[in-house]
């Protein structure tokens, strides 16, 4: 049987389980199940109501699936007079994809153009697409969560910028939400970054690929996504392989990864600089990496031949559960900028005693091993000098000693498993060597503490 009538037209009808959809009256058929059939129609500007599944989340936010492109390996994106196609390597034409619009210089294109979810049912333009006049409201932010900013104002273009960093746990909370870090560089119409990616396209996976994106109505383009794990190294590199005027040539890939190369040439000069964490679909902290941070490592910038003088600018978007951005070297040839999922524990080092005059200081290296040092009347092994005890951490260790000559030292590595080793007189298991006592950890939590019981010879782990 037919509904009530909505409107003596038209009417924004929102179905159960459906995306909202205008209706003609009478449209919308009840089955004898009590399931309900909403028609695809026209608006009455004649646009096309689009499906929620011919929509993408992709760096720069949600657009139609229609915008984005795969360039195939061995092929180059060339943006000639703003129209881009994508050619051969001796410039045969392949396939046409129209002109795109320069926006107006002076301000670099993101995040001011991301294409966030709407907040909530609201009256929007009529140009507006129904995903945006009608959504529920996201639980947590969305968009450029925080990132990290410098601009070339050197009067000589970027020629090299290359980052490393480690792919993180997967979250354990499962909500769809799609995850973006990455380095780039971006001019006011496009931006050209390495993007590791986490559920792209609903792949529940992470993997990478490079991005050349317009704003959320422009067109996009990718490399073929290569699927990387949790712990893999990865170093994104974009660096000018050309030009000829106001015409510059690029390319984007990850090193050492096959098929995540990405040739663009005769686009406009690209000029601000970042490194980001991008997000969609974030409904709880769990919808994160299961870990503190990603440190953005090794950062390599050059103009020409010359490593300029740089100053990361830091945006914290939002910061809902403490996200925030690091900057811990501003160094243009061996920079870090560390991407804070939540607020990190408060201590970096963890120090202890078992006896009096006697200290026991432990903290991770810039390369994420651990390290210690201790005070009994002199430091040990020597003042400026520090003990390598191996291992790959992405916390802050804790350390307890629950008598004499012992110590028990705790950390989440960089695959989210936690780690122990213990002195008692030597180093156990080995000096380097570290015991798995639990793996993977799944909860949600950002800190970890250990309580000694002294006299009972047992520690007691406390997680939250």
């Given amino acids: 049987m037919a509904c009530p009538r909505l409107m003596e037209d038209l009417e924004l009808v929102v179905a159960p389980s459906d995306a909202p959809s205008f209706v003609p009256k009478d449209g919308i058929l009840a089955t004898p199940a009590g399931c309900f059939n909403v028609p695809q129609v026209t608006k009455p500007d004649a646009t096309v109501i689009n499906p929620e599944s011919d929509y993408i989340v ?52 993101m995040p001011q153009n991301v294409a966030l979810p709407p907040v909530g049912p609201q009256k929007l333009a009529s140009s507006a697409t129904m995903h945006e006049k009608a959504a529920p409201v996201p639980a947590f932010g969305n968009g450029w969560i925080t990132n990290s900013a410098w601009t070339n104002n050197t009067g000589t273009p970027i020629s090299y910028f290359a980052t490393t960093w480690r792919v993180p746990p997967a979250p354990i909370g499962r909500s769809n939400q799609v995850v973006f870090l990455f380095s780039g560089i971006q001019n006011a119409t496009m931006i050209f970054q390495p993007v590791l990616q986490w559920n792209w396209d609903g792949g529940k996976t992470w993997a990478v690929s490079s991005w050349y994106a317009d704003s959320k109505t422009g067109t996009s383009f990718h490399s073929t996504p290569v699927t990387v794990h949790a712990g893999d190294t990865l170093v994104g590199v974009m660096s000018l392989t050309g030009s000829n005027g106001s015409n510059f040539n690029y390319l984007c890939e990850f090193q050492g990864i096959t098929g995540s190369q990405l040739p663009i040439t005769n686009v406009p000069e ?46 914290n978007g939002v910061t809902d559960c403490g996200q925030h951005t690091v900057v811990v070297s501003n160094s ?133």
């Fill in 58 to 109: 992709t760096p720069g936010g949600k657009r139609l699936r229609s915008l984005v492109h795969n360039i195939p390996h061995g092929t180059v994106l060339d943006g000639q007079d703003f129209k881009l196609r994508n050619v051969t390597p001796s410039g045969d034409l392949i396939r046409e994809f129209g002109t795109i619009k320069p926006h107006a210089e002076g301000t670099p294109l």
């Fill in 270 to 315: 690209l000029t601000w600089c970042c490194q980001t964490l991008e997000c969609y679909g974030i409904t709880s902290a769990m919808s994160y990496p299961v870990t503190f941070r990603t440190p953005m490592k090794n950062i390599n910038i050059k103009c020409g031949s010359v490593t300029p003088s740089i100053s990361w600018a830091i945006n």
């Fill in 332 to 464: 243009a040839d061996s920079g870090e900028v560390d991407l804070c999922y939540g607020t990190v524990a408060d201590a970096t080092l963890s120090a202890v005693t078992w006896a009096p005059g006697r200290l026991d200081i432990f903290g991770l290296g810039t390369d994420d091993q651990m390290y210690h040092k201790s005070w009994e009347g002199n430091w040990g092994p020597s003042i400026s000098g520090y003990d390598a005890l191996g291992g790959k951490f992405n916390s802050p260790p804790c350390a307890v000693a629950w008598g004499p000559q012992r110590l028990d030292i705790f950390g989440l590595g960089t695959d989210n498993a936690m780690y122990h080793k213990w002195w008692d007189g030597n180093w156990g298991p080995s000096t380097d060597a570290w015991v798995c006592v639990l793996f993977p950890i799944a909860t949600s939590f950002r800190r970890q503490f250990f309580e000694a019981e002294n006299g009972f010879n047992s520690i007691s782990k406390v997680l939250y």
